[in-house]
Structure formats: structure tokens, C-alpha cells
């Protein structure tokens, strides 16, 4: 796998990745996932804003295969600055693990 000079995969590495689903539009929306790799080192993901935490569940849930492949491996929860929990692992499927 190629690395850019941000440590994200090359395009050519996530031709062909599922593409991401868009978050649904929070209009006051707290909730946010930072995303980690294997190492614990950030990695650059789609930012969204998610209305509740179980919006930003159910998102995190519907994206974990095309996340991982973007080198995401776990992502910790906030709500504004805080963290609620995490990081936890993403859970694949075992065919796109």
C-alpha cells in the first residue's frame, strides 16, 4: 500500500474501497469520531457531525469496512470535546477484514 505524505492511502489504494456513506445533516450535532490507526496514530477520515450518539453508532457501524481500508482501525466517540468512550476497534465484516 502506497502512503501520501499525510500517512493517508494513495487514490490508487481506495479505487476500490465502498465509497463512504454521507453522515446525515446535523444541524446542532455533537457528536464526533476521531479515528486511530493499528499504532494509535490519527489518521485523516470524513469529518461529520451526527445529532446523537446513536446516529454517530449507526454511522461508524454502516462505514467500518470503507473506513478500513482507509487505514482506520479504531475510533473514540465525543460529544463537543469530550470523549465518551473509546478508542474501540471497528468492527468489519470478516470478508473486508
Not at 455533537?30 to 499504532?39: G, I, Q, S, V
Not at 454517530?56 to 482506520?72: K, P, Q, T
Amino acid at each position: 500500500m502506497l502512503i501520501d505524505r499525510l500517512g493517508a492511502p494513495s487514490a490508487r489504494d481506495c479505487a476500490d474501497a465502498p465509497p463512504i456513506s454521507p453522515a446525515p445533516l446535523a444541524h446542532h450535532g455533537h457528536w464526533n469520531w476521531l479515528f486511530a490507526d493499528e499504532m494509535g496514530l490519527a489518521v485523516e477520515a470524513p469529518r461529520a457531525s451526527f445529532s446523537s450518539q446513536d446516529t454517530a453508532e449507526d454511522w461508524l457501524e454502516a462505514n467500518a469496512d470503507s473506513l478500513g481500508r482507509l487505514g482506520v482501525s479504531a475510533a473514540t466517540l465525543l460529544d463537543g470535546e469530550h470523549a465518551v468512550y473509546g478508542p474501540t476497534p471497528l468492527r468489519r465484516t470478516p470478508e473486508a477484514a
